[in-house]
């Protein structure tokens, strides 16, 4: 588990709080991070900017959080973390009442629900490039054994566009 964070950077900086607040970022828990395919959420991997190099135009929720995975990269606290943990950890910090307790036989003790929240923040700090940071998968590219490195938000387009192009099909008869 990461470092948890009070503040995007400590002490906070002044010029912060005087930014304008981004637009609302409404987070799914209904999330289409999760019709990715497993490959794309294994290969998910970031690039920030260095953090004292962060200006952020606006603030909020999204940017907060890419704000943290930019420390957290220069912190090297997350090296190497799949997309499941950085969801669950920014879902901790974020919701952290979203979990539910499991009761019954002590084999199922406790049980963490899939971070949704945490892969649509993910999906919203790629889609607004929020402090500089990109977020990039590998997808399937058709062939046998090909893959495409791409932004989230570019494979998440894909996705749908693919996704509708199968629902416009006529039904056949």
């Excluded at 209904?30 to 920030?48: F, G, K, Q, S």
């Excluded at 879902?91 to 499991?102: A, E, M, T």
Aim: aromatic letters at 8%.
């Amino acid at each position: 588990m990461f470092a948890p964070l009070r503040l995007p950077f400590e002490p906070p900086a002044v010029e912060t709080w005087n930014l304008p607040p981004e637009p609302p970022a409404v987070v799914l828990t209904d999330t289409p991070m999760l019709r990715l395919p497993a490959i794309a959420l294994a290969t998910l991997r970031y690039t920030a900017p260095p953090v004292d190099d962060i200006l952020p135009t606006a603030w909020g929720r999204v940017t907060e959080a890419a704000c943290r995975l930019a420390l957290w990269r220069e912190w090297a606290a997350n090296g190497g973390a799949s997309a499941f943990h950085l969801a669950e950890n920014l879902q901790s910090v974020y919701w952290p009442r979203s979990k539910r307790l499991i009761t019954g036989t002590p084999r199922y003790r406790l049980l963490q629900a899939t971070p949704r929240r945490g892969y649509d923040l993910l999906r919203l700090i790629d889609e607004r490039t929020a402090a500089g940071l990109q977020i990039h998968v590998d997808m399937p590219d058709g062939s046998t054994r090909g893959y495409t490195t791409m932004r989230l938000s570019d494979a998440l387009a894909m996705l749908q566009k693919q996704v509708s192009n199968i629902c416009d099909r006529p039904l056949p008869r």
